[in-house]
């Protein structure tokens, strides 16, 4: 089984920055696409940033130079650091990743989501 441990949501101003992290804890074998989703009230689950294994990356065009992710492979973490925060940037934020845990098949496991609220 593989759990998904994140911290580092918060409330801020508009224009400020907050850094999420997020740690994939269990019996990995493989742990490929890493990476954060975030949804709104009233509004569907969204693409923030995924990255691969090989530190490709894929953002939604709203966070383009303003969020980055990174990732350490050994630890199996991932990091959304996030800059020039808007209101609309509040959400719930869930981490995610495209694993494969031992003695199971691949899948994505999500955690339980952190959220992120920035103020006007």
């Known amino acids: 089984q593989v759990q998904l441990v994140e911290s580092g949501g918060g409330l801020v101003q508009a224009g400020g920055s907050l850094r999420l992290s997020c740690a994939a804890k269990g019996n990995i074998v493989s742990a490929y696409d890493m990476g954060w989703y975030r949804q709104a009230p009233g509004k569907q689950r969204e693409l923030v940033a995924t990255?691969?294994?090989?530190?490709?990356?894929n953002s939604a065009d709203s966070v383009k130079g303003r969020f980055t992710i990174s990732r350490d492979n050994a630890k199996r973490a991932v990091t959304l650091q996030m800059n020039s925060l808007k209101p609309e940037d509040t959400a719930l934020y869930y981490c995610m990743t495209d694993a494969r845990a031992f003695l199971s098949q691949r899948q994505v496991y999500w955690g339980q989501g952190t959220q992120v609220t920035i103020s006007s």
């Open positions: 990255i691969t294994s090989g530190g490709q990356t």
